[in-house]
């Protein structure tokens, strides 16, 4: 295990840490998603941003994580990548 890894799993055992990780890891999964599925059907971040009614730098943004997206943007995206948005709740 490398130092970052190490160190994550440490940090982890802090509460605090531990929950704002797990808020971060979602919206790095829907990210990752969005990337993987633009890239997966060949278009561009200027493409999807047409097809979503937005700008190539909101998607930009996005795509680095630096910009929250909304429910109602990420419909758009998804729309414009021609998927479906499915939101489970599980208990824990």
Same mark, same amino acid.
Request: aromatic share 2%.
């Given at each position: 295990?490398?130092?970052?890894? @190490? %160190?994550i799993?440490?940090? =982890?055992?802090?509460?605090?840490?531990?929950?704002?990780?797990?808020?971060?890891?979602?919206? %790095?999964? +829907?990210?990752?998603?969005?990337?993987? =599925?633009?890239?997966?059907?060949? $278009?561009?971040?200027?493409?999807?941003?047409?097809?979503?009614?937005?700008?190539?730098?909101v998607?930009? @943004?996005?795509?680095?994580?630096?910009?929250? +997206?909304?429910?109602?943007?990420?419909?758009?995206?998804a729309?414009?990548?021609?998927?479906?948005?499915?939101?489970? $709740? =599980?208990?824990?």
């Open positions: 295990m490398d130092d970052l890894n @190490r %160190h799993e440490d940090s =982890l055992k802090e509460p605090a840490f531990a929950e704002a990780w797990a808020e971060s890891e979602l919206a %790095h999964e +829907i990210t990752r998603q969005i990337i993987a =599925l633009r890239l997966q059907r060949g $278009l561009t971040q200027q493409e999807v941003a047409s097809r979503a009614g937005t700008t190539q730098s998607i930009a @943004r996005i795509e680095n994580g630096e910009q929250n +997206i909304s429910i109602k943007t990420l419909n758009k995206i729309h414009a990548l021609k998927a479906n948005v499915r939101i489970d $709740l =599980l208990p824990r």
